[in-house]
């Protein structure tokens, strides 16, 4: 894929979970979850894996927190979706 043409990006980390930028469907998580998301971006919306690879932050407690983070591509861009309050990103261990 010519990077210098994608047009729009989805994220996707095994911490947080976000809506889909194109069909809301929450994406992201850990183990099953991450590949589905990941399937997700790439079979339905041909989306292309643009970057892999390790996630470090640290929480609400300063705990050192490691995941991955998927960054996938298109060429493609999408209408808007009206926001929704589940569309809000949900973070794993905040309260
Ligand atoms: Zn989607």
Do not use: N
């Not at 994608?6 to 994220?11: C, F, G, L, N, P």
């Not at 339905?44 to 894996?49: E, N, P, S, V």
């Not at 050192?64 to 929704?84: D, E």
Request: aromatic share 6%; glycine share 8%; hydrophobic share 35%.
């Amino acid at each position: 894929m010519d990077t210098s043409k994608v047009k729009t990006v989805i994220v996707i980390e095994s911490e947080v979970t976000r809506p889909c930028p194109v069909c809301g469907e929450r994406l992201g998580g850990s183990g099953e979850d991450f590949e589905k998301s990941l399937s997700h971006a790439l079979e339905k919306h041909d989306y292309a894996l643009l970057h892999v690879g390790p996630l470090t932050f640290r929480d609400d407690r300063d705990d050192l927190i490691h995941g991955v983070i998927a960054v996938c591509g298109s060429h493609k861009t999408f209408p808007p979706r009206p926001a929704r309050d589940k569309d809000k990103p949900w973070v794993f261990g905040v309260k």
